[in-house]
């Protein structure tokens, strides 16, 4: 073995052992052993993957664990082999089944009460950079809720729980938050994104589980960091992003980085999604299927380092390859404009360019946001509440208009 794989292997058994001191007595569990025959800890194994060896085991506390069978002894492997179940992911079905009811004028308090889980989760992606990550300030929202987001408190000034709305928050593939929509805490730090509005009004409508599953962070570009996989021609003069190559081509020179490439935070956010469905339960208690129903896309400032010029087409690229990722051809596709640019601007002509495509015209929408926006994206608005939940709403409305084929 290498110095650098005994050291990572080192480092995963201390933390392994420093999980173990805190385990709770009187759980059954199984003895394993290190490689060395040096350390050993307790856990009941729940999946194993024996192509890729990948091993999940949950301690007596509760705390789930995942490694690589090689910090295993050769007689824990041979039993991962004889009993080990690779994990199966959730029942997906394929398209979708969603039915929505009316837009209200006023969307009235939740009635508190749970989804049907009998019926698929209905999701719903966002992805895109600091707009869709949120700087909206719960607390000065809360001070306006009442006038003019009266759904979000009760009679006494207490935040509303949608207890059919959850709401999951992933950035650079951590977990950030999971748990019941609620505007006290959208993104799990006190701040919040248009995931309020948009959960809202998706859960008022749809009458099943709604999961509204959010997996981004800030400073990337749809033309370089999150270039779509199958985006060709977007680049440099025509060709890949590179321009060095007639076909699509993520990878960079050496001067661009040595760890990263095009797409990179395309394949992270996209993954952790993905892996999230994977284990469904454990992001929407009690959920045994599910479909995508949609996806919502919010970019912010930073595709000066993208390409502004192929803004349509790389959107393109970006539905068409999220259809396929989550293998969903019937979902539909929200994106929103900058808060300060007016319908001339470049990048919002791109955004109605890709809408008005023909092939998506019933799929597609662009919601304007300048009108209800206040501030500069690239200054998080000021944190203003009403911008995030002006726009929250009208992604919101515009996603159901879709639904109902509208």
């Known amino acids: 073995m290498?110095?650098?794989?005994?050291?990572?292997?080192?480092?995963n058994w201390i933390g392994i052992a420093a999980v173990v001191a805190l385990l709770i007595v009187g759980v059954q569990a199984r003895t394993?052993?290190?490689?060395?025959g040096a350390k050993t800890f307790e856990g009941d194994l729940t999946s194993y993957d024996a192509e890729t060896g990948s091993v999940n085991v949950v301690l007596a506390n509760g705390k789930k664990?995942?490694?690589?069978?090689?910090?295993l002894s050769e007689a824990d492997i041979t039993y991962l082999k004889e009993n080990g179940k690779k994990e199966e992911p959730a029942p997906q079905k394929s398209g979708s089944s969603t039915?929505?009811?009316t837009l209200p004028d006023a969307l009235p308090d939740p009635d508190g009460k749970e989804a049907d889980m009998n019926k698929p989760v209905q999701v719903f992606i966002m992805m895109g950079q600091s707009n869709m990550l949120g700087f909206g300030n719960a607390g000065s929202l809360k001070g306006i809720a009442a006038e003019k987001y009266p759904y979000l408190v009760d009679d006494g000034g207490a935040w509303n729980v949608r207890k059919d709305v959850r709401n999951v928050f992933f950035c650079m593939g951590g977990l950030r938050h999971n748990d019941w929509l609620t505007a006290e805490n959208g993104n799990g730090s006190g701040k919040f994104g248009p995931e309020i509005g948009i959960g809202n009004y998706l859960g008022h409508v749809i009458d099943a589980p709604v999961l509204i599953l959010k997996s981004c962070v800030g400073n990337r570009a749809l033309g370089w960091d999150l270039l779509p996989p199958s985006a060709v021609g977007t680049g440099a003069d025509g060709k890949s992003y590179q321009g060095d190559s007639e076909s699509s081509n993520r990878k960079v020179k050496a001067d661009r980085g040595k760890n990263w490439y095009a797409g990179l935070q395309y394949d992270q956010d996209v993954g952790a999604a993905q892996d999230a469905l994977r284990k469904l339960a454990a992001y929407y208690p009690g959920a045994k299927e599910y479909e995508v129903a949609g996806f919502f896309?919010?970019?912010g400032n930073a595709e000066g380092k993208g390409s502004v010029e192929n803004y349509d087409k790389n959107l393109a690229y970006l539905f068409n390859d999220l259809k396929k990722d989550f293998n969903a051809p019937n979902a539909k596709f929200v994106c929103a404009t900058l808060g300060e640019h007016d319908k001339s601007?470049?990048?919002?002509?791109?955004m109605f360019a890709f809408a008005d495509r023909p092939e998506f015209k019933e799929s597609a929408a662009v919601f304007y946001s300048k009108p209800v926006s206040s501030g500069s994206s690239g200054g998080h608005y000021g944190g203003s509440a009403e911008t995030y939940m002006n726009v929250g709403e009208g992604m919101g409305k515009a996603m159901v208009e879709l639904l109902q084929g509208k």
């Open 2 to 11: 290498n110095k650098k794989y005994l050291t990572q292997l080192g480092k």
């Open 297 to 299: 896309w919010w970019q």
């Open 99 to 101: 039915k929505v009811g």
């Open 32 to 36: 394993w052993t290190s490689a060395d």
């Open 345 to 350: 601007a470049t990048l919002s002509q791109k």
């Open 65 to 71: 664990m995942k490694f690589n069978q090689k910090i």
